[in-house]
C-alpha cells in the first residue's frame, strides 16, 4: 500500500533536514521596511495633531497632509534626517498636491487616509520611545 499524498510531504520534509528538526526552529528573521522618499519625509509629530491630521485627510484628502508640512518648520523629526528641512518641507507639500489632484479618482482620498494613519502609527512610536528605524 503506497503512502497518500499527505503522508508523503512530512516525509519528504524530515528527508530534506538531516537534523530531523523544523526548519523555522531557533531561526530568527528580522524584517525592516524600506521607505521612499515621501513616506520617509512623513514627520514624528505629537500624538493629538497626528489625529487631527488624520481626521483632516479624512475629510478633505491633502488638507492634513498639508499640515504637516508646517510642522516639520516647526521642528518635527522624519526618517530623512540628511536632508535639509526645507527639502522635506517640499516633499510633504508634493505628497499632499498629490493626494488632492488624484482624489477626483479617489485613489488620493485612500492615499491619504493611509498617509494620516502612518502619521499616528509614526505618533505613537515617538510617544513610546520606540526607536526610528523598524
Aim: net charge neutral; hydrophobic share 50%; charged share 15%.
Amino acid at each position: 500500500m503506497e503512502p497518500s499524498h499527505k503522508d508523503a510531504e512530512p516525509a519528504a520534509a524530515a528527508a530534506a533536514d538531516p537534523r530531523g528538526a523544523s526548519s523555522s526552529s531557533g531561526v530568527v528573521v528580522q524584517v525592516r521596511e524600506k521607505k521612499g522618499p515621501l513616506r520617509a519625509a512623513i514627520p514624528y509629530m505629537p500624538f493629538p495633531v497626528a489625529v487631527i491630521c488624520l481626521f483632516l485627510n479624512t475629510f478633505v484628502p491633502g488638507l492634513g497632509t498639508f499640515v504637516s508640512a508646517f510642522t516639520v518648520l516647526c521642528g518635527a523629526r522624519t526618517d530623512l534626517p540628511d536632508r535639509h528641512v526645507c527639502c522635506v518641507f517640499w516633499l510633504n507639500i508634493a505628497a499632499a498636491l498629490i493626494q488632492v489632484l488624484t482624489a477626483i479618482v479617489m485613489v488620493g482620498w485612500v492615499m491619504s487616509i493611509f498617509w494620516g494613519m502612518d502619521m499616528v502609527i509614526l505618533a505613537r512610536y515617538k510617544e513610546q520611545g520606540i526607536p526610528q528605524q523598524l
